[in-house]
């Protein structure tokens, strides 16, 4: 396992597979459909040796690295630690689901609409295990063109508005975080006398803190409008309103962890004096967002916009939990990224589900679905109750790490986030009421039919990890608990340490390709 490049296939075998989509017949739909299925359900079986291979370590492991482009010192450079760990594995899996979720969903462009989420799943996985600065920024943008036509191809009636909305907020947070990229690249070079993208090597490198709090902030703004948070969320009900059931699901449950995965691989490890200053702020903004998003989602007539405010509320959690700075806040924010790419991924498709057979989301449409279709109402159950975060379910394990470690960062804070497990409550059952319970008075409810045998299989896998997190976690933080302890424990060394003071004079050097090329490769 070791001399194979295993990285290397889960992040390109979806990509090889969208160049053989390419050259078979737009008019066997049915092939390429079980095509990419094949591709997403390989893919997601090659990346399972990641996690049993995995060794409970901080260091990096299953780490390639070649030389690509030697006068800047970028590299093909590739790894996973204990916190990609997971987000890997949840993108191989979400895009298995909706490769089957979507069989009879796309109408129009079949061959077109596969190979962008193919290519998606490329870039979304590169962006987890890029261990280079300039081939992460590559992955960072490469997942975003396909995203931007799955809405604004295959989306709902103002498709164009919300896949435009969507890749101005992105672009626009991108082009701070490049800035900063290389600002870090030329400080680093002047510095040491090395020009290098290797993005291990800025991690605790000392500088001051004008510096730090710049960065911090070009940084910050790129993931904070990717999580969303507060308030920087208003990009988010239009694209998941407007996308297709698979965009949707891609777009809670993978996409949306870029930005708190951004926060736990650059902005704590690189500007620990900045996180610190600046971790109350955030802090008392996630809890904005937590009691805002619930409120929000609680008068909401349409149920996949309630589903997208309730990910502004959850995901203001896992914020919540990685600016705590401490291990169990930050473990319970990771498990919670992965708790809501399961849970939201669920009830996204859920929505489909009730979209494909009745052609609308509004919930005054619905009522008494119980008895037209009982698996799909234990299935929607369960979903529900774990957004919610019941005690047994994944949802409880996450959110109580989160507010156990907040507790020890601001009793207050806590207090006031712990608000939104009641907030979540109070709009989730009642959606379910409305949904699912009375009686049925709409006479188009009455042909409903159940969840068929192809349905059934992409939930499975979805129900069964809820219970398994819910029942037994220690499979999941053991994991990912050396990575996390590693990373606090140096983030305190850090931010005990002074921060260095500003240079006399700071001039960027005049030539710097000539200085990258002495510098060597990194």
């Known amino acids: 396992m070791e001399t194979m490049p295993l990285l290397s296939m889960v992040i390109f075998l979806p990509l090889a597979g969208a160049a053989l989509l390419l050259l078979m017949d737009r008019e066997n739909e049915g092939l390429l459909r079980g095509a990419a299925l094949a591709v997403t359900v390989l893919d997601f079986f090659i ?46 899996l979400t ?12 109408d129009k462009h079949l061959k077109e609409f596969l190979i962008s989420m193919l ?63 290389i600002w870090l690249y030329y400080n680093h070079g002047q510095t040491t006398g090395e020009y290098t993208l290797d993005i291990l090597k800025y991690h605790w490198v000392a500088l001051e803190p004008a510096a730090q709090l710049w960065l911090f902030m070009a940084f910050f703004l790129a993931f904070a409008i990717k999580v969303p948070m507060f308030p920087f969320h208003t990009w988010l009900p239009d694209a998941h309103v407007e996308a297709p059931t698979a965009g949707s699901v891609i777009l809670a449950g993978i996409l949306l962890k870029m930005g708190t995965y951004g926060f736990l691989r650059f902005s704590l490890p690189m500007f620990p004096h900045a996180t610190d200053a600046l971790a109350w702020a955030i802090c008392a903004l996630s809890v904005v967002g937590i009691i805002y998003g619930a409120l929000v989602a609680m008068v909401q007539d349409d149920v996949k916009k309630l589903v997208a405010y309730s990910s502004v509320s959850h995901l203001g959690f896992v ?5 705590a700075l401490n291990t169990q806040a930050i473990e319970g924010g990771i ?25 609308t989301r509004l919930i005054s449409e619905y009522g008494g679905v119980t008895a037209r ?28 790490l989160v507010l156990v470690g907040a507790f020890q960062y601001s009793p207050v804070l806590t207090a006031l986030a712990a608000t939104g497990v009641i907030w979540a409550a109070v709009y989730m059952l009642w959606m379910y009421q409305r949904v699912m319970f009375g009686k049925i008075t709409n006479p188009k409810n009455e042909t409903l039919t159940d969840l068929n045998p192809r349905e059934i299989a992409y939930f499975a896998p979805i129900i069964a990890f809820i219970f398994l997190i819910g029942v037994y976690p220690a499979p999941f933080l053991s994991k990912m608990e050396p990575s996390v302890t590693h990373l606090v424990e140096q983030s305190k060394i850090a931010v005990s340490q002074p921060p260095p003071a500003p240079p006399a ?18």
């Open 319 to 323: 914020t919540l939990g990685i600016f």
């Open 95 to 106: 895009c298995a689901v909706c490769a089957a979720a979507i069989w009879n969903a796309v």
């Open 119 to 181: 290519v998606l799943e490329t870039g979304m996985i590169g962006v987890f295990c890029a261990l280079d600065f300039f081939l992460f920024y590559v992955f960072w943008e490469v997942m975003l063109i396909p995203m931007y036509f799955l809405i604004g191809v295959w989306g709902g009636p103002r498709r164009v508005y919300a896949a435009v909305k969507f890749f101005l907020y992105t672009m626009s947070g991108s082009v701070l975080m490049l800035v900063a990229i």
């Open 335 to 359: 498990l919670q990224m992965i708790n809501h790419g399961l849970s939201t991924g669920a009830l996204f498709l859920i929505v489909g589900v009730l979209y494909e057979r009745r052609h």
């Open 505 to 522: 004079v700071s001039t960027l050097p005049h030539t710097p390709l000539s200085g990258a090329k002495a510098g060597g490769q990194g």
């Open 373 to 400: 279709m009982p698996i799909f109402a234990a299935v929607f159950m369960i979903a529900t109750l774990s957004s919610i975060g019941l005690p047994g379910l994944n949802g409880f394990v996450g959110e109580f």
């Open 47 to 92: 990346s399972l040796p990641l996690y049993f291979g995995f060794q409970s370590t901080h260091e990096m492991q299953f780490v390639e690295k070649r030389p690509w482009i030697e006068a800047f010192g970028a590299n093909y450079y590739v790894g996973i630690d204990g916190i990609s760990l997971f987000m890997v594995l949840l993108t191989t």
